[in-house]
T-cell receptor, first 111, second 113 residues
Framework: GNSVTQMEGPVTLSEEAFLTINCTYT??????LFWYVQYPGEGLQLLLKATKADDKGSNKGFEATYRKETTSFHLEKGSVQVSDSAVYFC??????????FGQGTILTVHP | DGGITQSPKYLFRKEGQNVTLSCEQNLNHDAMYWYRQDPGQGLRLIYYSQIVNDFQKGDIAEGYSVSREKKESFPLTVTSAQKNPTAFYLC????????????FGPGTRLLVL
């Protein structure tokens, strides 16, 4: 079956530091890959997505590249802000609509 | 503004009681989903519906029931058979042309008294 593994957190950074959150997946077929962000007490917001190998998703300074050869979709940001503090979820989606989520990574950014 | 609404934000359940969580969307999406989130864990799929009057069990459907009588509404009932209902419940929807891209509501936190 499909599965998603995220790097264990929590991750604590200073403002303007470089961020990487690792995500690897196991899947049959050709899934789409997603990063969602969840702020405290809220639902999930779609941050970025990639639908095929070598695609790069980007939004709000965050980027992730769909690497089929390494089955990875690592999230990166060059300079984090305090407002980026949240929980980040990597997810894998199939054409029939089912999403498989990683366990989430808590990011805390200090001024 | 188009979006997904969930109500209430907080819900309390007594032992042996059924409770229903509301989910409404005005995005004209065909598919709707219910997920459960427990602390420190990812989301797990409870039920999903691809079209009106049709729905399928997800990975953890036991103790839950749903209905899909209208396109815009997908209520979830947490029955007394669900022995550990305390969790954060998230509803999502997606367009038929891009089913894997799901948009989420703000969630309902269910607590047991």
């Amino acid at each position: 079956g499909n599965s998603v593994t995220q790097m264990e957190g929590p991750v604590t950074l200073s403002e303007e530091a470089f961020l990487t959150i690792n995500c690897t997946y196991t899947a049959t077929g050709y899934p789409s890959l997603f990063w969602y962000v969840q702020y405290p007490g809220e639902g999930l917001q779609l941050l970025l997505k990639a639908t095929k190998a070598d695609d790069k998703g980007s939004n709000k300074g965050f980027e992730a590249t769909y690497r089929k050869e390494t089955t990875s979709f690592h999230l990166e940001k060059g300079s984090v802000q305090v407002s980026d503090s949240a929980v980040y979820f990597c997810a894998l989606g199939t054409s029939y609509g089912k999403l498989t989520f990683g366990q989430g990574t808590i990011l805390t950014v200090h001024p | 503004d188009g979006g997904i609404t969930q109500s209430p934000k907080y819900l309390f359940r007594k032992e042996g009681q059924n409770v229903t969580l509301s989910c409404e969307q005005n995005l004209n999406h065909d598919a709707m989903y219910w997920y459960r989130q427990d602390p420190g864990q990812g989301l797990r799929l409870i039920y999903y519906s691809q079209i009106v009057n049709d729905f399928q069990k997800g990975d953890i459907a036991e103790g839950y029931s749903v209905s899909r009588e209208k396109k815009e509404s997908f209520p979830l009932t947490v029955t007394s058979a669900q022995k550990n209902p305390t969790a954060f419940y998230l509803c999502a929807s997606s367009d038929s042309g891009s089913k894997e891209t799901q948009y989420f509501g703000p969630g309902t936190r269910l607590l047991v008294l």
